[in-house]
Nanobody
């Protein structure tokens, strides 16, 4: 059974930095592309960043230059480093896994974490 657990969420002031983690079990982590998405009330799920099994990365336009994705295969963990945070970054952040190849489409990911709420105030 695949389990994906996000951590690092909470509240912070705009302009701060925050790092989210997602630890995975139940699959061969190094074979999977990992991604981060977010969703806020009334909005569609938004692609943020993805890292393929071969370590190629892709970012959504809204976070390019501010967010960075990284993985540690030895810990089966993917990270999302978030900088220069804005109130509009408030959302539930979720990690996801897909076999080998990255995608920016949420319906192409096979496994999901439960999500972690991140709230930024001005």
């Amino acid at each position: 059974q695949v389990e994906m657990v996000e951590s690092g969420g909470g509240s912070a002031q705009a302009g701060a930095s925050l790092r989210l983690s997602c630890t995975v079990s139940g699959l061969t982590f190094s074979n999977y592309a990992m991604a981060w998405f977010r969703q806020s009330p009334g909005k569609v799920r938004e692609f943020l960043a993805a890292l393929s099994a071969k370590n190629s990365s892709h970012y959504g336009d809204s976070v390019k230059g501010r967010f960075a994705i990284a993985r540690d295969n030895s810990k089966a963990t993917v990270y999302l480093e978030m900088n220069t945070l804005k109130p509009e970054d408030t959302a539930v952040y979720s990690c996801s896994a897909r076999w080998v190849l990255l995608s920016f489409l949420p319906n192409e990911y096979e496994h999901w974490g439960q999500g972690t709420q991140v709230t930024f105030s001005s």
